[in-house]
């Protein structure tokens, strides 16, 4: 497998707007000349909106779609969380979420004319839903699978025939997966492919499964049978995307729950490879820092490339885009000539000071962004351990069986942070960390130097002193949390 690169795109790249930011869009492949973006949420506003990549000339457009719908409506109410799948120069799309509302109309959009088509079904309807996942099954039907119909997790399998316009649910013998939303589905030749999502009572999976009998000339008998895959497995996450690219599925992103610690969830930005010749996981090599960690985005192959879009990670919704490519790509040899060409104009000891700014700025962003209070360079405002009641709360949940004290309790958080990997720690517990280890700092320098704090502020160097966050190493790891 090649190293690949990641490589930002900007405006510059392309001609025509570029798509507003957005999460829990759709983004389809028609034909191998365009991908059409619809949908999404922002700043809790739904969108409706078409936006359009033609891959062979790098042009974004916004086509002027038009159309007939029930209530006059010429295209699709705005929405999230949708499925969108691509047939010839069809996109269709069916439920979704709007508000608090699941969605159940289904309509498809003519990409040759940009006509919209609301299109009225009949058989088995499915109910309602959000989070569920879809893909074509040859060049006629469309299968769907789970999802979430405001009152339970789904595990239920539709087939659409887009000719005759017939839902069938199929039946399926045997074991069949646990309900979820929020996984994805691949149609792998003769399979269907599911991997992750949520499911009942909250649980986040990583379980693959894979569904036979959808093939109708194939005669076999629909069944679901776990796989379970040798080499490096993605942890268990819902959200995240997988893209087919020659014989590699590519996973992407995605969140998943933050342990026992905490409630709340961690988002990744890791690339996994399902390689169907060795049929096992692997983790994609990577030459250089990925993009933000993040879930409900887009990811489209253009070719040997790979296009990322858009999403969300608790707290920003994004519009950035990305290129995946093999380090012998044109896009990546441009990408590393234009960094060496910076490097070679940097004078040193300008981009040494230069680099400490860039350090201070980056802590207080991160300070910025998480609410926490500027770091105090006095050492008689910085409180004790005991009376830091954010500190001992965080602590009394990790060891509140075995600590006899409060210092107790603090020292085993200290042990677990010391002992815990970067991508690990919650962004609640980023604040009392950061007060601790300035605690910790300031004892350790006024033993040592006196009171004057204001050399090493907010731990970076100062006349030789030296020192560091638990989990920081540079900058760049703090735009990446």
Same mark, same amino acid.
């Given at each position: 497998?090649?190293?690949? $690169? ?30 059409? &973006? ?14 359009? %990549? ?28 949708? &499925? ?73 399998? %539709? ?16 074991? &069949?997966?646990?309900?979820? $939303? ?84 961690? %988002?990744?930005?890791? $690339? ?99 609410? &926490? ?109």
């Amino acid at each position: 497998m090649k190293t690949h $690169c990641w490589v930002q795109a900007s405006a510059s790249d392309f001609s025509g707007p570029l798509p507003q930011p957005r999460s829990g869009h759709t983004a389809v492949n028609i034909g191998k000349s365009k991908i059409v &973006i619809f949908g999404g949420l922002v700043d809790k506003k739904f969108l409706n909106d078409v936006t359009v %990549y033609d891959t062979d000339n790098d042009m974004w457009f916004q086509p002027v779609c038009t159309g007939n719908g029930s209530d006059g409506k010429v295209g699709p109410s705005p929405r999230a969380f949708h &499925i969108a799948v691509s047939i010839d120069c069809n996109m269709f799309i069916f439920g979704g979420r709007s508000g608090g509302n699941r969605l159940g109309d289904f309509w498809v959009l003519d990409t040759d004319i940009w006509q919209w088509s609301e299109l009225i079904t009949f058989g088995d309807l499915p109910s309602s839903r959000d989070f569920a996942a879809a893909s074509a099954v040859g060049n006629s039907k469309i299968v769907m699978y789970g999802g979430w119909d405001g009152k339970k997790w789904l595990s239920d399998v %539709y087939v659409l025939d887009t000719i005759s316009l017939e839902w069938m649910e199929l039946s399926v013998s045997g074991t &069949i997966p646990p309900p979820r $939303c929020g996984h994805s589905v691949t149609m792998i030749e003769k399979r269907l492919l599911i991997y992750g999502g949520r499911g009942g009572g909250g649980p986040i999976m990583g379980d693959l499964w894979a569904l036979k009998g959808l093939i109708k000339e194939e005669t076999e008998t629909p069944g679901w049978t776990q796989l379970k895959l040798p080499g490096q497995a993605p942890s268990s996450r819902c959200g995240h995307t997988v893209a087919s690219g020659g014989p590699y599925l590519l996973l992407f992103g995605g969140h998943g729950t933050g342990g026992w610690l905490s409630r709340y969830d961690i %988002y990744y930005n890791d $690339c996994i490879v399902l390689d169907r010749v060795s049929v096992q996981w692997k983790r994609m090599p990577t030459s250089n820092e990925p993009p933000a960690a993040r879930a409900y985005h887009s990811m489209n192959c253009v070719g040997s490339r790979y296009l990322l879009f858009g999403g969300f990670d608790g707290k920003i919704t994004y519009g950035d885009l990305w290129w995946l490519v093999p380090e012998d790509d044109p896009i990546a040899k441009k990408f590393k000539t234009a960094s060496s060409e910076g490097v070679q104009e940097r004078d040193t000891t300008t981009g040494e000071k230069q680099e400490g700014l860039r350090e201070g700025s980056a802590i207080a962003e991160l300070q910025r962004r998480l609410e &926490i209070s500027g770091l105090q360079s006095n050492p008689e405002l910085i409180i004790d351990e005991i009376e830091d009641k954010e500190l001992i709360h965080l602590a009394s949940r990790i060891d509140s069986e075995e600590a006899v004290s409060n210092m107790q309790a603090v020292q085993a958080l200290r042990d677990h942070w010391m002992k815990s990997a970067p991508q690990s720690i919650t962004l609640k517990e980023l604040r009392p960390l950061f007060h601790d280890y300035q605690r910790l700092i300031t004892r350790h320098h006024i033993g040592n130097v006196g009171s004057n704090l204001e050399l090493v502020e907010f731990g970076f160097p100062g006349k030789g002193a030296s020192f560091r966050f638990y989990h920081i190493k540079s900058a760049s790891q703090v735009h990446a949390w």
